[in-house]
């Protein structure tokens, strides 16, 4: 994952200049300058969460067919999503699929193993990505999420995916989508201060 983590630093690093930037700006009463730069930051923060997870998942995707995995070395979901693969490939053909499925399983291990396109992959992109989706997506592919719901972590996805989303279809404009949030306040600062990385981090 080591793109993905690259990836991850490198918008992080870009977010929290911006952030610098909103907190001085507050500091100035630079009232209309703040409040589009406000909305323009949940903007973001957005684009952070979704490029983390498509690349995340295409990364865990490339790693598979690179890796040669076999079935021994795959988490349960995977094996799956493999099964699904070989009998979409043959449906017309139930004993072709059959006999990949048998042979692969018990005497010729694949020397590659195709599950596909990251299921989701669509939705990913779609402006839809808040906890619940990346749950969803994470179980899936057999990754646990327990730690991260045990610890609360993404429960701002939903309030910045929101507004996004809002902001994205121009159901609000972004003079006037955030001028009930202080930067600096407590009602912000849950997705404008290291909180917000958490998901990531877990």
């Given at each position: 994952?080591?793109?993905?983590k690259a990836l991850?630093?490198?918008?992080?690093s870009?977010?929290?200049?911006?952030?610098d930037?909103?907190?001085?700006?507050?500091?100035?009463?630079?009232?209309?300058?703040l409040a589009?730069s406000?909305s323009?930051f949940?903007?973001?923060?957005?684009?952070?969460?979704?490029?983390?997870?498509?690349?995340?998942?295409?990364?865990?995707?490339?790693?598979?067919?690179?890796?040669?995995?076999?079935h021994?070395n795959?988490?349960?979901?995977?094996?799956?999503?493999?099964?699904g693969?070989?009998?979409?490939?043959?449906?017309?053909?139930?004993?072709?699929?059959l006999?990949?499925?048998?042979?692969?399983?018990?005497?010729?291990?694949?020397?590659?193993?195709?599950?596909g396109?990251?299921?989701?992959?669509?939705?990913?992109s779609?402006?839809n990505?808040?906890k619940?989706?990346?749950n969803?997506?994470m179980?899936?592919?057999?990754?646990?999420?327990?730690?991260?719901?045990?610890?609360?972590v993404?429960?701002s996805?939903?309030?910045?995916?929101?507004?996004?989303?809002?902001?994205?279809?121009?159901?609000?404009?972004?003079i006037n989508?955030?001028?009930?949030?202080?930067v600096?306040?407590?009602?912000?600062?849950i997705?404008?201060?290291?909180?917000?990385?958490?998901?990531?981090k877990?």
């Open positions: 994952m080591e793109y993905t991850f630093n490198e918008r992080v870009e977010i929290e200049i911006y952030y930037e909103l907190i001085k700006l507050e500091n100035e009463d630079r009232n209309d300058v589009i406000k323009t949940i903007i973001m923060l957005y684009n952070l969460i979704e490029a983390c997870i498509r690349e995340g998942f295409k990364e865990i995707y490339d790693k598979i067919h690179d890796d040669v995995p076999t021994e795959l988490n349960a979901p995977l094996v799956e999503k493999w099964i693969k070989v009998i979409k490939d043959n449906k017309n053909n139930p004993e072709a699929y006999k990949k499925l048998l042979l692969q399983l018990i005497i010729l291990p694949p020397k590659e193993i195709t599950i396109k990251v299921r989701g992959l669509q939705s990913i779609s402006g990505l808040d619940k989706v990346i969803e997506l179980l899936e592919h057999g990754i646990s999420t327990s730690r991260s719901s045990r610890l609360r993404g429960e996805t939903v309030t910045v995916r929101r507004f996004r989303n809002d902001l994205s279809h121009g159901n609000i404009s972004f989508a955030m001028n009930g949030y202080s600096q306040a407590r009602d912000m600062s997705f404008c201060t290291g909180e917000r990385y958490e998901y990531f877990a």
